[in-house]
Structure formats: structure tokens, C-alpha cells
């Protein structure tokens, strides 16, 4: 986690007073609770860097929390094949193959239980 990443506060601010191999109590946020552990801290290039792992049970889905929030934060998505639309707020296949798939899915299932998603 890096300070000026998505930041909830709430659990930037524990993080921060905790020692390392410490474990936070619940902490809840906007998304949901976290219970903490604070692996590793590091300066890079000027910035506090922190390790940690975390339980989370959410509230809210990702999805959503983006959605209100995302104008006020940079999203990036680092995984491949994926990029984040900023003007759909939404995340967005990046190859056609998987576009045109995505599309053909959406107008060939409506009503179709067994698909767990709302595109």
C-alpha cells in the first residue's frame, strides 16, 4: 500500500502506529472490516511503503465502492488484459477477441440464471 494509492484512512492510520509482525484489531472502513497484519515498512524514493496482510469481510462490493468513488482516486489495474475506463468508470477488457466474446455473452443471455454478473 502506498500513501497516495486508494487509501482508506481508517486503516492507513492503524497501519501507520502498528510495529512490524504487529496484528490490528478490527478496523472498519467504508468497504468492510480488515483485520491486519503489518509484514514489512520501507522508504522508496521518499515514500512509505507497507507490506501487509489482511482478513477483509466487505460490505460493499469493490465494484460499487468504485463507482461512488472513483473520481476522487486513480485506479490503476495492473493485471493484463485489462484497463480501467475512466469515463464508464468500469474495468474493460483490452483485447478485441475478449471484447467481442464479452459482447456476444451480453446479447446472448438475457435472463440466463446460471451467469452470476450484470455487465
Known amino acids: 500500500m502506498e500513501n497516495n494509492e486508494i487509501e482508506l484512512k481508517e486503516t492507513l492510520r492503524v497501519i501507520k502506529k502498528m510495529e512490524k509482525g504487529g496484528t490490528s484489531g478490527m478496523i472498519e472502513?467504508?468497504?468492510?472490516?480488515?483485520?491486519?497484519?503489518?509484514?514489512?515498512?520501507?522508504t522508496e524514493d521518499g515514500k512509505?511503503?507497507?507490506?501487509?496482510?489482511?482478513?477483509?469481510?466487505?460490505?460493499?462490493?469493490?465494484?460499487?465502492?468504485?463507482?461512488?468513488?472513483?473520481?476522487?482516486?486513480?485506479?490503476?489495474?495492473?493485471?493484463?488484459?485489462?484497463?480501467?475506463?475512466?469515463?464508464?468508470?468500469t474495468v474493460e477488457f483490452t483485447g478485441q477477441?475478449?471484447?467481442d466474446?464479452?459482447?456476444?455473452?451480453?446479447?446472448?443471455s438475457s435472463g440466463d440464471a446460471s451467469l452470476l454478473f450484470n455487465s
Open 97 to 99: 477477441d475478449m471484447i
Open 48 to 89: 512509505q511503503m507497507y507490506k501487509i496482510s489482511q482478513i477483509f469481510i466487505p460490505t460493499v462490493t469493490l465494484g460499487d465502492w468504485l463507482a461512488k468513488n472513483s473520481r476522487d482516486v486513480d485506479v490503476r489495474v495492473l493485471i493484463r488484459g485489462f484497463r480501467w475506463n475512466d469515463q464508464a468508470r
Open 29 to 42: 472502513t467504508e468497504l468492510g472490516y480488515h483485520i491486519v497484519r503489518l509484514d514489512d515498512v520501507k
Open 101 to 108: 466474446f464479452e459482447n456476444k455473452l451480453d446479447a446472448n
